[in-house]
């Protein structure tokens, strides 16, 4: 195996590898799923395995010089295509070529690829929302005009749906290319909005969906790297099944108990220290430009609720995941009987994606909050879709 801690999808696994022994593997694959539940690094171990010299047990090996080559991305049968921020560094240059990054893009995307080839979950995340139509020529050149090494030539393609914004010219062009697929040649689309892509691509692929991992697989995961017990219960229950969001959750463990102590005060008491603090807190997260950092702030949030709705349903449930605040927690229900809770998880989720198209935070924030005392009393929060 090229990952050791990779929860693998022993059903999807063999299905794929029957088919390639059989040779009746199709010439393209989409995996579909959840974010953070391995995807990725399936495709990776898939492409490892059909390139391996030293199969065992129908597992790459992990350690010959393909699969080395392979978890370093630096084989040449095997591609790699991930959304690229377009660059006006040069304008010889097709923008969204690899060969268009600034030196530090290009840094940045060298040590993605390196975190990559150790954790199956991490995710490489450029700063980019379009896979551009600059990189699917390249592809397409390369496809065409080289020769394989011995194995298979795979091309993985990471968000894919990231092929079909704007005017969807790079999912045409690769539309292009899977109508005459080159031989040998395996597509591999990793998708978590299948939704997304073009239709004509999905009719001329096999999907796969890979089902989320449970709390306790999750669990396991980080205890096996080492994290002490009560965090890796607390994370694992919070990621919803998101094992790189759980991996965030972990960088970011320290700043949680302030983080809960703002969010409650202000969502709960209504107090205007707090809810100032509230404000603060989601500006600074902003500057700072810390993405994971800012999603943290929101899981947060929502978690307090969701704990409050599973000791609403049922005030001994085992599920809840900030144990020590069930107290606080049960003051909040008795002190609002009529409250809809279901309404505040949907305020939240609106402000977060409001938050993220950037218009006004402070005044967003201001507004979250009234919404939610408004949810206290009973309102029916009216979403903004
Ligand atoms: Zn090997």
């Known amino acids: ?6 929860i693998l999808n022993e059903k999807i696994f063999s299905i794929l590898t029957n088919a390639w022994k ?21 495709a990776i171990e898939f492409s490892a395995l059909l390139n391996c010299k030293n199969i065992v047990n129908n597992r790459a090996c992990g350690e010959c010089s393909q699969c080395l080559r392979i978890k370093s991305f630096q084989h040449g049968n095997v591609k790699l295509i991930s959304p690229m921020p377009a660059s006006s560094k040069s304008t010889s240059i097709e923008a969204g070529s690899i060969h268009s990054l ?5 840094k940045t995307y060298q040590q993605a690829l390196e975190e990559k080839g150790k954790d199956p979950y991490y995710k490489i995340g450029l700063k980019a929302s379009t896979i551009p139509i600059a990189i699917v020529r390249e592809l397409r050149k390369d496809l065409y005009m080289s020769s394989i090494e011995s194995g298979w030539r795979i091309v993985m393609i990471f968000e894919a749906e990231k092929l079909c914004t704007g005017t969807q010219a790079s999912a045409n062009a690769l ?23 073009l239709d004509t691509i999905k009719s001329r692929s096999q999907s796969f969906y890979f089902s989320s991992p449970t709390d306790r697989q999750i669990e396991t995961i980080l205890i096996n790297r080492g994290l002490e017990s009560k965090r890796c219960r607390i994370i694992s229950k919070m990621c919803q099944g998101n094992i790189s969001l759980a991996m965030n959750l972990n960088n970011h463990y320290d700043s949680i108990p302030k983080d809960i102590k703002i969010i409650f005060e202000s969502f709960f008491n209504d107090d205007p220290v707090f809810i100032q ?9 902003n500057r700072i430009g810390n993405k994971e950092l800012f999603d943290n702030f929101f899981q947060l949030q929502i978690q307090l609720v969701r704990d409050i709705i599973l000791l609403k349903q049922d005030k001994d449930s085992l599920h809840i995941v900030f144990s020590h605040l069930k107290e606080k927690y049960i003051e909040v229900i008795d002190d609002n009987k009529n409250a809809d809770f279901h309404s505040i998880l949907e305020a939240i989720d609106d402000t977060y994606r409001m938050n993220l198209g950037n218009v006004n935070l402070s005044l967003n924030s201001i507004s979250l909050i009234f919404d939610i005392q408004s949810c206290l009393e009973g309102k029916v929060y009216q979403s903004i879709e």
């Open 1 to 6: 195996m090229i990952y050791e801690d990779l």
């Open 22 to 42: 059989q040779n009746r593997l199709p010439h393209a694959l989409i995996f579909h799923g959840a974010n953070g539940v391995g995807k990725e690094a399936h």
């Open 102 to 106: 600034s030196s530090t893009q290009l």
């Open 175 to 197: 539309l292009k290319i899977l109508e005459e697929p080159p031989e040998k040649t395996l597509f591999m689309l990793v998708t978590s909005s299948p939704n997304q892509l």
């Open 277 to 285: 603090q509230f404000q603060n807190r989601l500006q600074d997260l």
